[in-house]
């Protein structure tokens, strides 16, 4: 196993995870748990599409939900570079890995890029989205949750130190990985390009590209709890999978894991750290090191650990 | 199954659930759990015995711990009365019920009466016990759980039913029971005199009489959380047993659940309910709308329903 | 000043502060302040009038507004009586001290008492309301301040000295009480009976009897402070008069006052402590000590300290 | 007016607001409050200077307090840069401007460079500090606020305008920015380049420059009112100079702002939004625009507006 080097200036500038693009069965019943369960804010809909961001973003969209018959599935995973300009060096950063790039039209979109990443993650990137009025003070309108922003991806992948590599050649910082006890195999990999400990994970998984979660941001600790009450209360008690806990493992993060009504699972949790200086080497851990670590709680149901959502075949 | 009738004005006054008295095997290892994990205040200690209190508690203790060899166990839960009359009345209450009721005396507690109630339960009432500075805005001293107050017991019996009217007829007025299905057999009796949801629980179990859990008060829910990160990070994440969770059943307590070092058992939660007028009939729930309750998280090991802690034979 | 002595048992059991009536210009604008921006249920409302209480309440309402023309005031503050034998003991109570004392329908209680104590404060007795289903785990319907239950009512008056004896000898416990330096002059008394630290307050005032305020318990420091938020966005921030702050006087309560659209105040509080224990003695506090108290923050403006609402004259 | 042109792609790559130097008169007072009171962790101390860090921060310091005879002081105001070429890049910068610029020796930092900005801001910029463990799970050590980490600073100048273009082609972008009404005149300026609402701020004031305040996070709401109890607590209740409140302004941050022994004056936070994304135009505010904000709470006294701290003259 190698740590691939840190490029600190990369060819083109991603700037963060940005948003998903899920399909779902009913639109109608996803509506009825992204807005009056889970909290997020409507940017636009109509019969087969429902644009969400959280409470603090002035994006258009970070969710993206469109109805489609069949087995629900995730789109693309989206991510934002700094400009138009980066977007072209982007693509041709994919073409010469020989990966699929191409341009398409998306609402509320400037050019966006498709690409398919070395595991086959379907991400969609662009420079350029509509933006809508921040909520942030609109606190009428919080409830439940209060998600605030998308914050970061999980992917599940066999191929975890192939895409080591070409993401942080990307720029791609790892704040945080997991290896085997003896170090030679890669079990987990944090990647960040914001400045906190993760835009993107992939972690290891014989059965995969898929995406393990989608993660919001809240505000405080309390709103962890007043959510899986809330959702309780709205009849989604059993889509509460795991938490309110705290991860002892990358990210230190206070989170709860639920289930969206198609098996989409999003992670709520409230602070990551900040992480930004280049003298800070990637933090390692080893699968035994993760299991002596102090913690607490019950631990997460199997199906936390092997289910996850396919990326859509198109 | 007959619910006995409400004693709006009884024999004699019984405040509060006061404090409890446990047996632990080594006081070092139990101070290290009580005082500098969980956060209470030693009100007096020496070398085989400490006195414990919660920040806010003006009484001189509502936890002592006695170092003791051999099994772990609990000596006795503590009541109130009011007055040293009703003390007297007390006493021959139990008298007259043909149980143990004989005056005793004990530390920092003026005339305190030894009873055993109708289910086994060893019990320590008196009207009268020292008092200290409430420590309620010592800010300095607040740390991980910040316990401000027991608040009551839970106790494990075979004869439910049978003590269900001699603590009714006490002026014990019945928040919420449980019954089975059909409605014949009690299964839980939520009994208070302090005019929140309980003050004394006694729960069906074949083994018994067993002390479940003591439980305090915590101010917000942001300290059971605290609490448990606290404790993982003291080398005791291990003794938080369940939660942070709700109960969607009496009381509909915030709690976390954790066991000391010797294996008592204590619940921290947030809030309960006011209850003092007595136009509102005891809530009752059969164990079949427990079952269909709404509510969230994952369910309980089998240790907290089945372990209790065996009260002192002597 | 001779602090009264305490009267453990007395002849009648008033249980709690229970319910105010309030007489607002705009009821409209009152269902807006209370229900929309508050964040209190309705129990009952017709074109006049409209029955609140809060979301862990069981009784009908715990606060009454009525339509009416002229100046806003106090119809009203409401206490409860145990049992019905009790009222008809309080009508004697008042009548042998020639005060007034006559027995009213009032809508969804039982035999209502109105009677007016000796500095003129006009009270209304129950011993039965009418009760509604708690909404304590109804999560989707908090909101706001999420204000849980009436606490307690302050009223002004010149004559605080001369309540003190009277409700004393009704069995309202001292929990803290406020002197001139030298002693001779009691500013202020905390009165309870149920078990917290004050149902009735009186402060000193040339002029009274006034409703200074009504408090309602908040679930969390959270909620103080996002009620704040949630008012300013709803067109009310004016409205918020003092806090979010610390009492680091009696009660040592976490609060935020704000005045309804009539100027009626309301406290919104956090946690109080336990008091039930005859052997702890009434606190006292002198004029000098409450100056030399630690404490924080920006002190009140001079209408919260000199502006109240006169009650009702018929 | 004239807002400066985005520099998306800057010279050279200014990370974050880093650390604080500030002298004190008396390093055990200071010590005091920033350890004891505040929460802050020390990195390292000797008898003259004190280094200290936030529970979250990784990096060496983000504080240093110098103890010196005579009147208090900012020494300088701390900024990272990638890597060490952007440093030589940054000499050039402020070379070029005629500005004042010369690397420097500094304990616990790589090379470091001293530059003065166009309002005569002291500056130090580094791209290598020394490491610590993070404290961010080592809850036993959480106490009072918990600040976790630096965030921004706030500086007055009577030069807004002036310096407003000279940060924006270092790569700084204006999130939001205030004018006077008539829109000719710059009246604040929020600067930022870790993709939230701020790393600078410069406000306009005939007297400057002079540093306002150091801005660190703390996690909750609850933390801003357990700091305020925790210094009253501790004797520093006076301190407390504004808040808890929130900014209807921009940042939209819930503040409460504390002055150190010395005067220099701190804001403890909780959340900001993120802004990363390029489409999103600098937010404009009038100052009449604020005028008109929803919002809360008592205003600021004279003196959170007037009194500031000189940098130091050598």
Known sequence: MIVPAIVAKPD????????????VRDLKASRAFYVDVLGLVVSDEDRDVIYLRGLEEACHHSLVLKEMA???????????VLTEEDLDLAKAYFEKAGLPAEFVR??????TLHVTDPAGTRIEICA?????????????KFKSACPMRLDHFQVLTPFVGKVWGFYAEMG?????YV?????????????????????????????????HHVAFTVPETYHLLHFCDFAANS????????????????????????????????????????????EEPPARWTTEMLKSMPGYGIPPPDKWRSEAMPFSKI
């Open 235 to 278: 009849g989604f008690g059993a889509n509460i999978e795991f938490g309110p806990q705290r991860h002892y493992s990358p990210g230190y993060a206070q989170f709860v894991y639920c289930r969206d009504p198609d098996g989409h699972r999003l992670e709520l949790f409230t602070n990551h750290y900040q992480t930004m200086d280049l």
């Open 128 to 140: 350029t989205m509509a933006t809508r009025e921040r909520q942030i003070i609109q606190f009428r």
């Open 179 to 211: 290896t085997e006890a003896d170090g030679e195999m890669v079990r987990a990999i944090f990647l960040q390009r914001k400045g906190n400990p993760h835009d993107l994970v992939f972690v290891k998984n014989e059965n995969g590209p898929r995406l």
């Open 106 to 111: 998306v609402p509320f979109q400037e050019r």
């Open 70 to 80: 069949g087995a629900p599935s995730c789109e693309r995973v989206g991510f934002r």
């Open 172 to 176: 791609f910082r790892t704040s945080e």
């Open 12 to 23: 083109f500038i991603v700037t963060r995870a940005s948003h998903a693009v899920l399909t």
